[in-house]
């Protein structure tokens, strides 16, 4: 198993230029979330998933959109992206109560 | 509100010492609680959880917790550190929806040969 990959790793962006974080999992996991990490701030929820064509929101979702069109893939997208989403982005998928993260995508944003 | 504290920022720890990073927690109903690290340019990974059960909880790498209801605490603690054990450590709680997880702000644990 690959378990959570997630790609890229690293993106430089220009303030309101668009594009997806990718994510995908083999776990055949259920439910996802996206989080982002910032210093001092610990991991904050973006948005999650219960199963394909389920999403809702977490806790700082303003700027991003997710779908969840099968178990495997969640996607993360920012619409037009601002120096305050400059952030390490992480993918988790969960079994019973242990998450499972993917490795990061640093995404720096100008 | 569910809520965690990591009131240390960072540990510093001489290898061989035993090591503590503390959590507090405030929650409604039982707890769910949770420890994970994260080394260097990684993700996050799971070292133990309490439930239900013995308050002592060993984990992964040699880590164990000791939830205490009385002082809603679960620190992590280790009898003798290693280098290798040098990382950032979080602290989690289950929030009110299932699999939702509220965060501590993690502590630098730094093991100095």
């Known amino acids: 198993n690959a378990g959570v990959t997630q790609t890229p790793k690293f993106q430089v962006l220009k303030t309101g230029q668009s594009m997806t974080l990718q994510c995908a999992q083999d776990?055949?996991?259920?439910?996802m979330s996206w989080y982002r990490q910032d210093p001092g701030m610990g991991l904050r929820l973006i948005h999650y998933?219960?199963?394909?064509?389920?999403?809702d929101q977490g806790e700082v979702p303003n700027g991003y959109n997710v779908s969840r069109s099968t178990t495997e893939d969640f996607p993360l997208r920012l619409l037009s992206a601002a120096p305050s989403q400059t952030s390490v982005y992480f993918c988790?998928?969960?079994?019973?109560?242990?998450?499972?993260f993917g490795p990061g995508t640093r995404l720096l944003v100008l | 509100a569910q809520s965690v504290a990591q009131p240390e920022d960072q540990v510093n720890v001489a290898e061989g010492n035993p090591l503590t990073v503390k959590c507090t927690y405030s929650v409604s109903g039982n707890p769910y609680l949770f420890w994970y690290v994260q080394y260097p340019n990684r993700g996050l990974q799971f070292l133990l959880k309490y439930i239900t059960g013995d308050n002592l909880v060993k984990g992964s790498y040699g880590f164990e917790a000791e939830f205490n209801k009385s002082q809603t605490s679960f620190h992590l603690k280790k009898p003798s550190a290693l280098v290798s054990d040098s990382a950032l450590y979080f602290c989690a709680v289950r929030g009110h929806s299932n699999y939702q997880l509220i965060w501590g702000a993690g502590t630098k644990l730094i093991i100095k040969p």
């Open positions: 776990m055949n996991h259920e439910y």
């Open positions: 998933s219960v199963g394909a064509g389920i999403t």
């Open positions: 988790a998928s969960t079994q019973g109560e242990t998450q499972y």
